[in-house]
């Protein structure tokens, strides 16, 4: 087998992967009710649906000689944006209580944080 259909073999695979994320996605924005929930099958679909199909573009273009850094910047930059709107929207629906507010911590008061019950010997005071 040649590169070029090896490439294009790989851009057919990552082209129906892709597709099959997006199909799901698109499914659970509509089937779910709550915002939170909602909020899932977008960032799926986001992640790794929207980047299965640039990495078939990318071996694409590849396969057929003409290579292009456009597609890797995009494929950067949702990777990075995508998590971050998703917290932004989660916190949105967190303050405007339009979902179930997260459950309360346990009663320890070190679950999420660094307080301890002894500092470390060597530690000095803040301020």
Do not use: Y
């Not at 273009?61 to 597609?71: K, L, M, R, T």
């Not at 339009?98 to 530690?123: V, Y």
């Amino acid at each position: 087998m040649t590169p070029e259909v090896i490439a294009n073999f790989v851009a057919a695979v990552s082209l129906l992967i892709g597709s099959g994320f997006v199909l799901v996605g698109a499914i659970g924005l509509l089937k779910f009710n709550d915002p939170m929930t909602r909020l899932h099958a977008p960032t799926k679909v986001g992640t790794v649906g929207i980047g299965m199909l640039l990495l078939g573009s990318i071996a694409h273009s590849i396969a057929i000689g003409d290579p292009s850094a456009h597609q890797v910047l995009i494929l950067v930059f949702l990777f990075v944006t995508a998590p971050i709107s998703a917290n932004f929207i989660a916190k949105v629906n967190i303050h405007r209580r339009a979902c179930d507010t997260p459950p309360a911590p346990t009663t320890d008061e070190t679950w999420s944080t660094l307080n301890t019950e002894d500092p470390a010997p060597d530690a000095k005071p803040l301020g």
